[in-house]
């Protein structure tokens, strides 16, 4: 089994910054993908950002310049680095890793972040 366990949420005036946080513990030998989705109230979760297999990141086209993914691999953790953030970023935070020969999905347990002033 995997848990993982998020951080780094709250409400955060527009333009301001937030770094979310997730690390994965438990049976994992390997990771395929890690990455962040996010679901704002009435809508569909949503790609923001992804390490792929290979390494390479992909961004929704709505963050892209203004959030970062990054990773510390020793520590399975997965970083979301959020600035200049608009209203719009409003939205429960999940993190995803794919691990292992099966490629099982796990999910976080979601990170509220609020964007007003």
């Known amino acids: 089994q995997v848990q993982l366990v998020e951080s780094g949420g709250g409400l955060v005036q527009p333009g301001g910054s937030l770094r979310l946080s997730c690390a994965a513990s438990g049976t994992i030998f390997s990771i395929n993908r890690m990455g962040w989705y996010r679901q704002a109230p009435g809508k569909q979760r949503e790609l923001v950002a992804t390490f792929n297999s290979g390494g390479s990141t992909d961004y929704a086209d709505s963050v892209r310049g203004r959030f970062t993914i990054s990773r510390d691999s020793a520590k399975k953790t997965v970083y979301l680095q959020m600035n200049s953030l608009k209203p719009e970023d409003t939205a429960i935070y999940y993190c995803?890793?794919?691990?292992?020969?099966?490629?099982?999905?796990?999910w976080g347990q979601g990170t509220q972040v609020t964007v007003s002033s």
């Open positions: 995803n890793f794919n691990v292992n020969s099966n490629w099982r999905h796990y």
